[in-house]
């Protein structure tokens, strides 16, 4: 690599911009808990060192090459977005609790489709890697090692935000916790659309 520290550097900004793998955890924290979070973190991590591989492969260049694909997956994951966040505008509390097992696999699948319809990423993983390669380097053993950096420093950061935002909301009143509920999936809402508007 040419230079560690600035890897780490850009990766670790990269890592704490929000985007909507952030709104997905903070969304998923405040409506079923941790450890449903913590299983979206991973679903979502899955997704990140997927998309690290395709562009270390080559195979996510074809995705940017394609206009269609883009803005397949583009349009994919506004839709993802948007219908989470809006069955947490509309969901009706029942007074059957939901099995921890049910939401962890569904916090699983959230975090895993959300980040495998985010184009941007092929984007990053294509613009990112050869900044950071020598010339003659092996590609491709180089690049996954990038990629799991980055999904060890995304793990390491949702993990700690899913457990801050699930102990304040413990803290808080069930009222409350609902209006973090909503407040969520308006933001989940609002990053989809803007997803979908974004030029590419």
Do not use: C
Not at 105 to 126: H, I, M, Q, T, Y
Not at 147 to 176: E, M
């Amino acid at each position: 690599m040419r230079s560690l520290p600035e890897f780490l550097l850009v990766a670790l900004v990269v890592t704490l911009t929000p985007g909507p793998a952030t709104a997905t955890v903070l969304h998923v924290t405040a409506r079923h808990g941790r450890a449903a979070a913590l299983a979206t973190v991973v679903g979502n991590s899955v997704g990140v060192f997927v998309w690290g591989a395709l562009a270390a492969l080559g195979i996510s260049s074809l995705v940017l090459a394609s206009d269609i694909a883009y803005a397949a997956l583009k349009v994919v994951g506004a839709i993802v977005l948007v219908v989470i966040g809006l069955r947490s505008l509309l969901r009706r509390h029942s007074g059957e609790p939901i099995a921890g097992t049910a939401r962890r696999r569904a916090g699983w699948r959230v975090g895993l489709v959300s980040s495998l319809s985010n184009p941007k990423l092929a984007v990053f993983f294509v613009a990112l890697f050869p900044q950071f390669l020598r010339p003659g380097a092996p590609v491709l053993p180089w690049s996954l090692a990038m990629a799991a950096v980055i999904v060890t420093l995304d793990v390491l950061w949702f993990s700690t935000l899913s457990y801050t935002v699930d102990r304040a909301g413990s803290l808080l009143r069930p009222r409350i916790h609902s209006t973090l509920q909503r407040v969520t999936g308006t933001v989940l809402i609002g990053v989809g659309v803007r997803l979908a508007a974004e030029a590419r």
